[in-house]
């Protein structure tokens, strides 16, 4: 990797692969994209054809925040507002930060904003690879790589490239407290569930995490009392009459809801139980330790996707540090895991209902594959312990 001639195969590398995702035509039905629907569709964005993606809901808020008008309308609505047929009878139930983040290309034109932000989360994604220990080279490599994987097409048209941007730098940044701080901060303004990220910190008593996180919330609320200050009540009513609504729905692909959907009671017993077990093994494995590593920072970015009460296929893209941890570090089982995880969504109906119970599964099998890394390490070290304590081993 610090051979200049392999950096410039990997640059190389990038730009043939973001030509050929610009090749490729967008899907003839919008409403039923198919699985290959999502790179067809990145490519749309990037090349400025504005098709209907998620990204309407932010980017009409935004310039209602700061323009005048319902932040929050029926979405049907808001697509109409840019010059797209697209049949969406419900209120977004994204936070009011979400729209800040959107500013800056709420002021362009509908096709050109859309295509600036798919290029900028493309960016995102990129830059989370260098944040998780990627050469810069490798991480532009990785980056349209990425958006080949539908969880990751889809979030070119969302604010899940920024979630997964926070999640990584607050990793890579994991000896500055305030710095981390920050990092998961700028995550959670996309869902708010990414502040779970600030729990390994508290556990291990480095409290001015909890400064770098408040100056970043500190600065959003200001900018929205600033801009719109009704909106933050607006959005409470949306978010308790709506939020239960597309909650459940049952193309919902949030594990808990997704589990209860389709297996019942004793899914969801079962999904809580893996949650449970995780991050019980997490904050145990803190007290032991005294450190954060790597294995604990991805099973809270993990959680924050588990616990998301509403999820589509583009939640999945958070899920990547864990992804290439275990892919890493893993042995055939917590490998075999995330293999299928990273493969049921290239075999699924992205919002459809077959999918979401898929979807869901492919959750609960990267957080297995973490229960698994981490036990399969105790076990080696256990083994490794009890076999210098035999007689006639040579102990250092």
Not at 185 to 208: D, E, I, N
Request: proline fraction near 7%; aromatic fraction near 8%; glycine fraction near 8%.
């Amino acid at each position: 990797m610090h051979d200049p001639r392999v950096r410039g195969v990997l640059i190389g590398v990038a730009i043939l692969e973001l030509a050929l995702v610009l090749t490729l035509p967008a899907p003839p039905n919008p409403d039923k994209p198919g699985v290959t629907g999502g790179i067809r569709t990145a490519a749309a964005q990037l090349r400025g054809e504005g098709p209907p993606v998620d990204l309407v809901q932010d980017y009409y808020g935004a310039r209602a925040i700061s323009r005048g008008g319902d932040p929050y309308p029926i979405l049907t609505g808001a697509y109409e507002s840019v010059g797209l047929d697209w049949h969406a009878n419900h209120r977004s139930t994204h936070p009011p930060t979400a729209f800040l983040l959107v500013l800056p290309v709420a002021r362009l034109p509908w096709e050109i904003a859309a295509a600036f932000w798919a290029a900028l989360m493309l960016a995102a994604i990129g830059i989370a690879w260098w944040a998780l220990g990627a050469r810069p080279a490798l991480a532009a490599a990785l980056a349209p790589l990425t958006i080949v994987w539908p969880p990751g097409a889809w979030s070119l048209g969302q604010l899940t490239p920024i979630w997964l941007l926070g999640v990584a730098l607050a990793w890579r940044l994991r000896d500055r407290a305030d710095a981390a701080g920050a990092a998961i901060g700028l995550a959670s303004l996309t869902k708010l569930v990414p502040a779970l990220s600030l729990v390994p910190f508290l556990v291990l008593g480095r409290w001015r995490v909890l400064r770098g996180f408040a100056l970043i919330w500190a600065a959003a609320l200001l900018d929205l009392v600033a801009l719109r200050p009704s909106v933050l009540g607006r959005y409470l009513s949306v978010a308790t009459s709506v939020g239960d609504e597309q909650a459940g729905r049952a193309e919902n692909a949030a594990l808990l809801q997704a589990f209860w959907h389709h297996l019942g009671a004793a899914g969801v017993v079962a999904a809580v139980a893996l949650v449970a077990a995780v991050l019980a093994t997490s904050i145990a494995r803190l007290r032991s330790r005294r450190e954060l590593d790597e294995w604990t920072s991805c099973t809270w970015s993990w959680a924050s996707v588990a616990l998301l009460p509403i999820a589509w296929i583009y939640s999945l893209l958070p899920l990547v540090p864990a992804l290439s941890l275990s892919l890493r570090r893993g042995g055939i089982v917590s490998r075999a895991l995330v293999l299928f995880a990273i493969a049921v969504p290239l075999f699924v109906d992205p919002f459809g209902l077959p999918g979401a119970i898929r979807l869901a599964l492919a959750t609960a099998c990267v957080g297995l594959s973490l229960l698994v890394l981490a036990y399969a390490r105790r076990a080696a070290t256990s083994r490794g312990s009890r076999a210098a304590l035999r007689p006639g081993s040579t102990r250092r």
